[in-house]
């Protein structure tokens, strides 16, 4: 079955300690990409991928890290987690990450930091 | 500075009728626009997109339509269903790999 995985689906930490939310796609996509969402706020992007080695920041890049050693996988990396990263994570990823294409997204990870 | 908007937090709309959903935008580099449905406990799934060299595009009950002069684009739903109650986020694209997505608005359609 074609999809998106993430784990953890749920997790709970406290300031500090760091943290790794893996994904990983089973399409062959080039494009991968974390999206936060918040009440009030939608859907955020944090960081995407055009392909293996290439990411770029996206308009909440800050307190994350990434990277992409592999097609398949794309790991959202908090090495400093505060509370204000509590959230509600997607990971997402398409065929070329061209306009045209639909993002396929992940179920999600519910991230609380206390 | 909220680039994509959708103004209605929320709708209600009986089954059968028309819903219709609206998203407006201030960035006149954007030329590709979807948009996406939300299930509780689910991520979002891709449900129709528009280029901006079009103003409709149809697929099935879905219709979205893009006004550039006035950059506002509109989801319609017709005949809503009982099963399209969810979220429902529109997004833009400016060919940069970057997407921004509005805020959402959740679809209640009443039985």
């Known amino acids: 079955e074609a999809q998106v995985t993430q784990n953890p689906r749920y997790l709970i930490t406290v300031t500090g300690k760091k943290l790794t939310v893996t994904c990983s796609q089973n399409?062959?996509?080039?494009?991968m990409s974390w999206y936060r969402q918040d009440p009030g706020l939608g859907l955020r992007q944090i960081y995407y991928?055009?392909?293996?080695?290439?990411?770029d920041k996206g308009d909440v890049p800050e307190g994350y890290k990434v990277s992409r050693k592999e097609k398949r996988n794309f790991p959202l990396i908090l090495e400093s987690p505060s509370p204000n990263q509590t959230s509600l994570y997607f990971c997402?990823?398409?065929?070329?990450?061209?306009?045209?294409?639909?993002?396929?997204f992940g179920p999600g990870t519910r991230l609380t930091v206390t | 500075d909220q680039q994509v908007k959708q103004n209605s937090p929320s709708l209600s709309v009986q089954e059968g009728r028309i819903s219709i959903l609206n998203c407006d935008y201030t960035?006149?580099?954007?030329?590709?626009f979807l948009w996406y449905k939300k299930y509780p406990a689910e991520g979002p799934t891709f449900l129709i997109s528009?280029?901006?060299?079009?103003d409709k595009n149809e697929d099935g009950r879905f219709t979205v339509f893009l006004n550039k002069s006035a950059k506002h684009l509109s989801l319609h739903i017709v005949p809503s269903q009982p099963g399209d109650s969810a979220v429902y986020f529109c997004?833009?694209?400016?060919?940069?790999?970057?997407?921004?997505f509005g805020t959402g608005t959740r679809l209640k359609v009443l039985a």
């Open positions: 997402a990823s398409s065929p070329q990450g061209a306009e045209v294409d639909e993002q396929y």
């Open positions: 399409m062959n996509h080039e494009y």
């Open positions: 991928s055009m392909n293996v080695e290439v990411t």
């Open positions: 960035n006149s580099m954007f030329d590709y």
């Open positions: 528009i280029s901006s060299i079009k």
């Open positions: 997004a833009a694209s400016s060919g940069t790999y970057k997407y921004i």
